[in-house]
Nanobody, 124 residues
Framework: QVQLVESGGGSVQAGGSLRLSCAASGYIFSGYSMGWFRQAPGKEREGVAAISTGGGSTYYADSVKGRFTISRDNVKNTLYLQMNSLKPEDTAMYYC?????????????????WGQGTQVTVSS
């Protein structure tokens, strides 16, 4: 059974940093591309960052480029999102997700499996 469990969320002031983790189990982690998504209250879920199976290719939403870094450890079966220079508009529930094939790296519909999310709150 595929399981994705996010952690590392919390409350931080603007300009601060957080590192999110996503522990994967129940499938061959290295065979799936991974992504981070977020959803703020009243808004649609949006893609934040994605990474290929081996980690050699990464993709970012324009809103987080230069501030967020996605990475993965295929030995530890863990996905990460380092978030720096956080802004109040980054406040959202953050989800990790896995997809088995295709591009559409930041598209919600392209992903097969989802975690339950971790809350990030950035105060001004």
């Amino acid at each position: 059974q595929v399981q994705l469990v996010e952690s590392g969320g919390g409350s931080v002031q603007a300009g601060g940093s957080l590192r999110l983790s996503c522990a994967a189990s129940g499938y061959i982690f290295s065979g799936y591309s991974m992504g981070w998504f977020r959803q703020a209250p009243g808004k649609e879920r949006e893609g934040v960052a994605a990474i290929s199976t081996g980690g050699g290719s990464t993709y970012y939403a324009d809103s987080v480029k230069g501030r967020f870094t996605i990475s993965r450890d295929n030995v530890k079966n863990t996905l990460y999102l380092q978030m720096n220079s956080l802004k109040p508009e980054d406040t959202a529930m953050y989800y990790c997700a896995a997809k088995s094939w295709g591009s559409n790296w930041l598209s919600v519909g392209a992903y097969n499996y989802w975690g339950q999310g971790t809350q990030v709150t950035v105060s001004s």
